[in-house]
C-alpha cells in the first residue's frame, strides 16, 4: 500500500520561503513521477511541479517557474519542493501526488489530477501580505 507522508507547510509573509517535503513508501515501481497539487478556497486543484524520479526531469507551472524547485532524495522515494518569494497567491493547500505504476509525465508533463494515483492528505502554505 502507497503512502505519502508530507512536511513543511507553514505560514509566512510575502517574499519568504518554506519547504515542503513528500516521503513515499509502498511504490513497487522503480520510477515514477511524483510531485505537487495545490488548491486554493474555491478554486480548482492545479499543477505546481512534478518530478520524475528515474531520471530528474522537471515540469513546473508557470505560476511558480522560477521562485519553486522541486527535487529528489537519492532513493527517489522522497521529493522536496523549495518554495521561494512566496506571494499571497502562493495561499493553498499543497498535496503530494505520484503516479505509481507510470510515468506519463515524460509523455503529458504536469498532466491533469486524474494522473495521479495517489494523494497524499495535504498541508496548508499560508502567505500574508
Known amino acids: 500500500q502507497v503512502q505519502l507522508v508530507e512536511s513543511g507547510g507553514g505560514s509566512v509573509q510575502a517574499g519568504g520561503s518554506l519547504r515542503l517535503s513528500c516521503a513515499a513508501s509502498?511504490?513497487?515501481?522503480?520510477?515514477?513521477?511524483m510531485g505537487w497539487f495545490r488548491q486554493a478556497p474555491g478554486k480548482e486543484r492545479e499543477g505546481v511541479a512534478v518530478?520524475?524520479?528515474?531520471?530528474?526531469?522537471?515540469y513546473y507551472s508557470d505560476s511558480v517557474k522560477g521562485r519553486f524547485t522541486i527535487s529528489q532524495d537519492n532513493a527517489g522515494n522522497t521529493v522536496y519542493l523549495q518554495m521561494n518569494s512566496l506571494k499571497p497567491e502562493d495561499t493553498a493547500m499543497y498535496y503530494c501526488?505520484?503516479?505509481?505504476?507510470?510515468?506519463?509525465?515524460?509523455?503529458?508533463?504536469?498532466?491533469?489530477?486524474?494522473?495521479?494515483?495517489?494523494w497524499g492528505q495535504g498541508t496548508q502554505v499560508t502567505v500574508s501580505s
Open positions: 501526488v505520484v503516479e505509481g505504476n507510470s510515468f506519463k509525465c515524460l509523455v503529458y508533463g504536469m498532466g491533469a489530477p486524474e494522473q495521479y494515483n495517489y
Open positions: 518530478i520524475y524520479t528515474g531520471g530528474g526531469s522537471t
Open positions: 509502498g511504490l513497487t515501481y522503480p520510477s515514477t513521477c
